[in-house]
């Protein structure tokens, strides 16, 4: 187990997934002996993740700045600064960024978040503004991490689902 990790500035460390989302890895599962990780997050205003669920973590959010409405289960929460919320395990559920956009801090337990991040995001040092989400490798790396995406956010119709690749 590592005890002291990179910065957090560090260039392998920063990952953006499209426009939708900018990424720092805090820690990752590799030095938590897998027990979680921990990310740091930025969604610009209106973006959304598709609906999904995972079945090897839990994810747990802390708003920093800005709002998030969690659709988790049956539910449906906006999270502005300081709130805090657990989707648990096979939970389908959605987040989606308020007219200001957020920044939410994001733990998984055990680890899996960051490792999709680091394996299906773009590096933000060669991000552009034109850097494009890679679906068909983000849907490869989350199946294997035991994440399933069901389908668009709710309320939309603009994301198609992968079909996993044999």
């Not at 997050?41 to 090897?56: E, I």
């Not at 960024?97 to 490792?115: D, H, T, V, Y």
Request: proline share 9%; aromatic share 8%.
């Amino acid at each position: 187990m590592t005890y002291f990790s990179a910065p957090a500035d560090s260039p392998d460390r920063r990952y953006a997934l499209g426009q939708e989302l900018r990424v720092t890895v805090l820690t990752t599962g590799e030095e938590t002996d897998g027990r979680h990780d921990l990310t740091d997050s930025f969604m610009p205003a209106g973006a959304a993740t598709p609906l999904h669920l995972h079945t090897k973590y839990e994810e747990r959010l802390w708003v920093v700045s800005g709002s998030l409405t969690v659709w988790a289960g049956e539910k449906s929460m906006t999270l502005r600064s300081g709130d805090f919320c657990t989707v648990p395990f096979n939970t389908p559920h959605a987040i989606a960024s308020g007219p200001e956009g957020a920044r939410a801090l994001n733990i998984s337990s055990p680890a899996g978040f960051a490792e999709l991040v680091a394996r299906a995001g773009t590096p933000l040092h060669l991000a552009t503004p034109d850097t494009e989400l890679d679906a068909d490798l983000f849907a490869a790396v989350s199946e294997e991490l035991g994440d399933v995406i069901l389908g668009p956010p709710p309320g939309t119709t603009h994301f198609t689902p992968q079909t996993p690749r044999d």
